[in-house]
């Protein structure tokens, strides 16, 4: 039994493979759309060798609002949509923005065009911590709760914080629509604007993970090459931080409890009706970099080099998350440790030294 379709966009890439992986054991229908732009199709194959479903895919740009409108005409099923699509590097952000713009909001702005033509009417967003920008320039702001004033420090961060502006815009004039003019539909509009914290880890099976095409910046997966011999050490982004041990401090959430959060989002939307909600999906604990460090070690089983450097320009101090209001409408909260994301973590890279560039080990596609 099908309990709903969602159209995921940007669904072969890191967070949005492991949401189309939970939306399908749910019993979702799942529609991916992705230009693969920054991901590969095997993730297809491996969702399928997981779960035993495969979801639909079509490779197309988020900014392309014709080939949207054939998906949804192709799928007038599709009642929801779960957008991850979008460029995510914050330096390169800061180089090309004008490119940030066109895919984050532009591409946001077909979607939502494409959605309302065809009455879709529930949006769940990819948003990011990174809207807070410095939270410790206000008092008692850390943990970081939803009403903390928004402050993006860098471009990548306000292409979030304008779709964020703009889906409650949309969302405003449908529902005001619909009661002054009467116009039917718009009542029915929702979003979730998810505020992501650091998301990390693997699948458990070591068959699915993260597999950036480029060069990665975050640190967990730099950490992974270092452990895998692909880096030779790395380096530590400033020592001289206000925290116990000197370096910056991170809320790491394991991606299964994230995309686990989108499926209970989604599901809120779908039973409650709310309009516009923001929450904030992360464990409400705070780990150093040296504390991930170690972590990190302990699970490959030796102490992995580093080399303390400079501060990252536009680096904070301290985002951790306060998840309360995610706990308690949602009935959401992180279940996996740190300790498990770098587990899985690890086994992914063991197993998959090249990412998706490989077959799947041989138990999985025999078994
Ligand atoms: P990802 O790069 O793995 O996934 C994004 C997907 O979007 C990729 O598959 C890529 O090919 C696709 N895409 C990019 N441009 C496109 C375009 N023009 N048309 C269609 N598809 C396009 O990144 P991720 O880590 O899975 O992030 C997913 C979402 O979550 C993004 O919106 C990102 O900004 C947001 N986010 C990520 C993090 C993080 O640390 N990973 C944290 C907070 C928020
Ligand atoms: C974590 C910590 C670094 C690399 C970014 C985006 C955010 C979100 C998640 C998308 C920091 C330190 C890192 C290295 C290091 N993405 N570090 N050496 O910067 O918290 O968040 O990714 O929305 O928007 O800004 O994550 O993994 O890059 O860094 O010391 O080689 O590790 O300084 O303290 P960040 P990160």
């Avoid at 949005?16 to 529609?31: N, Q, W």
């Avoid at 990665?216 to 400033?238: D, S, T």
Wanted: hydrophobic share 40%.
């Amino acid at each position: 039994m099908v309990v709903g379709s969602v159209l995921v966009a940007g669904g072969t890439g890191y967070i949005g493979s492991f949401t189309a992986l939970a939306l399908l054991e749910a019993d979702y229908k799942v529609v991916i759309v992705d230009s693969l732009y920054n991901s590969s199709k095997e993730v297809i194959n491996r969702i399928e060798l997981i779960c035993g479903k495969r979801p639909e895919f079509y490779e197309l740009d988020i900014t392309d609002e014709a080939a949207l409108d054939k998906v949804f005409d192709e799928h007038p099923d599709i009642d929801n949509v779960i957008h991850f699509a979008a460029l995510k590097a914050v330096g390169e952000s800061g180089e090309i923005p004008l490119e940030y713009y066109r895919v984050n909001v532009g591409g946001t702005i077909s979607l939502l065009q494409s959605m309302t033509k065809h009455n879709v009417t529930n949006i769940v967003f990819s948003s990011s911590a990174t809207v807070y920008g410095d939270a410790t320039r206000f008092p008692n702001m850390i943990p970081i709760p939803e009403h903390c004033p928004i402050g993006p420090t860098n471009t990548y961060g306000r292409t979030k914080s304008t779709v964020e502006g703009m889906i409650t815009d949309l969302i405003e004039a449908q529902r005001n629509n619909a009661k002054k003019r009467g116009e039917a539909g718009g009542e029915k509009w929702n979003a979730a604007l998810l505020r992501y914290f650091n998301p990390a880890g693997a699948h458990p099976s070591g068959i699915m993970g993260e597999n950036p095409l480029g060069v990665p910046y975050n640190l967990l997966p730099l950490l992974a090459q270092v452990a895998i011999g692909k880096r030779e050490k790395l380096l530590v982004f400033g020592d001289d931080y206000a925290s116990k041990d000197g370096t910056a401090i991170r809320d790491y959430i394991h991606v299964l409890d994230l995309a686990k959060g989108h499926l209970v989002a989604l599901n809120y939307l779908r039973s409650n009706n709310p309009g516009v909600k923001a929450w904030n999906l992360g464990s409400g604990r705070g780990s150093t970099v040296f504390e991930m460090i170690k972590a990190f070690s302990k699970v490959v089983g030796r102490d992995l080099p580093y080399q303390v450097a400079e501060r990252r320009q536009g680096d904070v101090l301290d985002l951790t998350a306060n998840p309360s209001l995610a706990n308690k409408e949602l009935g959401w909260k992180t279940e996996l440790t740190l300790e498990d994301a770098c587990a899985d973590l690890w086994k992914w890279t063991e197993n998959n030294p090249e990412g998706y560039g490989q077959d799947p080990p041989k138990e999985f596609v025999e078994a």
